[in-house]
C-alpha cells in the first residue's frame, strides 16, 4: 500500500531547530527520569509533497539539569489521488518509511549531542513517543 501513495524518493531530513542548554550538575545520588516526548505535524505543502515536522523534547527531571529539543523535518512525495483516498492520511503518513527514517536521524543526534553532557549518551527509542 504505502508504494501506491508514497513516491520513490530520496529521504534527506533536514535540521530545523535543536536547543541544547547545560542547565545545573545533578545533587549527588539524585534519582534522574528522562522521557522523549515527540511533537508531529503533518501538512500538505502542495499538491503533492506532504512535509513532516518533529520535535522531540526531552522531558528531565529534576527539570533544572538540562534543556534539549531537537527538530527535524523531511518532505515526502505523494500521489495526490491515492493519498486522497486514505482513510487516515496523517496517521497513514506518521506510521511510514520516511519518517521512521526521519525518528532515527533525530535520535542518533541526540545520542550525538548528549555523548559528552553529565547524563549522557541519552539514547531515545526510534519511534513516536506521544
Known amino acids: 500500500m504505502e508504494e501506491k501513495v508514497i513516491k520513490p524518493h530520496l529521504v534527506r531530513p533536514l535540521l530545523e531547530k535543536v536547543v541544547c542548554e547545560k542547565l545545573q550538575l545533578p545533587a549527588p545520588n539524585a534519582v534522574i527520569n528522562i522521557k522523549p516526548e515527540d511533537f508531529i505535524d503533518v501538512r500538505k505543502v502542495s499538491e503533492e ?5 518533529l520535535t522531540r523534547n526531552l ?3 529534576p527539570a533544572n539539569l538540562l534543556k534539549l529539543a ?15 483516498r486514505l482513510p487516515d492520511p496523517k496517521g497513514f503518513i506518521k ?16 545520542t550525538t549531542l548528549t555523548t559528552n553532557t553529565i547524563l549522557g549518551p541519552i539514547v531515545t527509542p526510534p519511534n513516536i513517543q506521544e
Open 49 to 53: 509533497v506532504v512535509k513532516v515536522t
Open 95 to 110: 506510521n511510514s518509511q520516511p519518517v521512521r527514517i526521519l525518528l532515527g536521524y533525530v535520535s542518533s543526534l541526540i
Open 70 to 84: 531537537v527538530t527535524m523535518s523531511v518532505e515526502i512525495p505523494v500521489d495526490s489521488i491515492e493519498f486522497g
Open 59 to 61: 522531558a528531565i527531571s
